[in-house]
């Protein structure tokens, strides 16, 4: 007999009415498994029939403080009962606030922001702001890079997600980052800015509009900038009076160790994307932050943009209330310290499973690759697919109760900001355990 937490569907149902009346993201619909869950609480979900998940992926890199937290469940409350909807022509005390308090902790004089629905919306909008404030056309940015299902952002995002929908929006141009790797080649950091520098004289410096970047790449296997290299982004647009645009959508508030993970390297970008854990996900809302000078452009000129949920006075309520519970728990300082802890945890992978051949993370942003080989070091799946032992670990994984995306020959590590040791150790000791079988894969 099925028991439930609460009334209402059980798991099986919720399952099947979602899959007979929803369509699922990135997916063959006859292949969709969606987990049902019914609630929430700290770094945990409960399915209707009360299997505990460790939720190792803060669901999709966004519910950074935590789930269920009163402080913010209360001030969406409170801002619903006195004015849940304002339009974005319309002035409201929460998006004057949220303005200014962004202005406080965004780096340099990035102090105006634009308020979006998400971080696709934010990124398709970062490139308009870029073309109308250049007059130039041209927008680069980074394969092994994702940055919306959108259709501006779908087109500049550098991974398979992008192929279905080609040609796109037109005038994005794509260019390597840094990288390493025996399967992959090496691209060094001094290798990546020269050949950027060759891109834009190719193309025509005088046509490129921006620089669209993930700060630190996300989905694609959080590859973190070597030193120097963001500076030298930085010097390289200066040069050709190209814009810098750092998508943070993932890798912001607080998720590396930093208020923003540019903070990392003291480079003050021209516009910052943002959304995810703006809010912790429990309202949606994205933004793009603008440097003063660029914000000063639209004056006199019309800014073409516009969304009827811009600054939603829920979302910025949300936003809000948020980002006083990263102040209030120090979850930023909280996030650089277990984020060490991770990373011990990582490198006691590496030395005891030979199917591990590498690991990277910056903060509580942390990924696993697995490989056939240490010595070619042939991933476990190859690149946009998957593979029987691949499989097989996600479902250890699911049977355990640990949750977390597993792609390719990865899987990753970013639990919501507010984990303790012991909790890590917890969804560690799983992997760990889950690790000795996909082992058996390996060459001798």
Not at 384 to 413: C, D, H, I, K
Request: aromatic share 8%; net charge neutral; hydrophobic share 40%.
């Amino acid at each position: 007999m099925t028991t439930r937490l609460e009334t209402g569907l059980t798991g099986p149902e919720m399952v099947a009415l979602s899959k007979q009346h929803s369509l699922y993201e990135w997916s063959a619909q006859a292949h969709v498994d969606p987990i049902p869950v019914a609630r929430s609480k700290g770094i945990y979900f409960w399915t209707p029939e009360g299997k505990r998940f460790i939720d190792f992926n803060s669901q999709l890199m966004c519910v950074n403080i935590g789930h269920g937290d009163p402080r913010v469940i209360q001030a969406i409350q409170d801002q619903a009962a006195v004015l849940a909807y304002a339009n974005p022509f319309m002035a409201t005390e929460v998006r004057a606030t949220l303005g200014q308090k962004l202005s406080q902790i965004c780096p340099g004089d990035i102090d105006v922001f634009f308020f979006t629905n998400g971080g696709a919306e934010a990124n398709e909008n970062a490139i308009r702001i870029a073309r109308l404030a250049t007059g130039r056309h041209k927008i680069l940015a980074r394969y092994r890079s994702y940055h919306g299902g959108t259709g501006a952002s779908l087109t500049a995002t550098g991974d398979p997600r992008r192929w279905a929908m080609e040609p796109g929006m037109p005038g994005i141009i794509h260019v390597p980052h840094p990288y390493h790797g025996p399967q992959r080649g090496t691209l060094s950091g001094a290798d990546a800015l020269a050949e950027l520098e060759e891109v834009i004289m190719l193309e025509g410096p005088q046509t490129i509009a921006a620089f669209l970047m993930e700060t630190v790449t996300g989905t694609n296997g959080i590859h973190v900038p070597p030193d120097g290299y963001l500076e030298g982004v930085r010097a390289l647009c200066d040069k050709h009076g190209i814009l810098l645009i750092c998508d943070e959508v993932m890798s912001g508030f607080g998720r590396t160790g930093e208020w923003f993970a540019i903070d990392h390297w003291k480079v003050v970008p021209d516009l910052l994307v943002m959304a995810k854990g703006l809010t912790s996900a429990y309202v949606a809302l994205g933004a793009v932050g603008i440097r003063r000078k660029i914000a000063d452009h639209f004056k006199d000129k019309v800014f073409y943009g516009g969304l009827t949920y811009n600054s939603h006075p829920l979302g910025c309520a949300a936003a809000l209330a948020t980002i006083a519970v990263y102040e209030e728990d120090r979850l930023i300082e909280r996030a650089k310290k277990m984020g060490n802890v991770m990373r011990g945890m990582l490198e006691d992978l590496k030395s005891k499973h030979p199917c591990v051949g590498e690991v990277r993370s910056i903060g509580l942003f942390g990924i696993v690759e697995l490989v056939k080989n240490r010595k070619t070091m042939e991933p476990l799946a190859p690149f946009n697919g998957t593979s029987p032992e691949m499989q097989a670990l996600g479902r250890f994984f699911r049977e355990e109760g640990l949750y977390t995306f597993v792609r390719w020959n990865g899987f990753f590590t970013n639990p919501p900001l507010c984990i303790t040791e012991a909790e890590l150790a917890e969804a560690f000791a799983v992997i760990d355990k889950g690790l000795y079988a996909t082992d058996k894969a390996v060459a001798p």
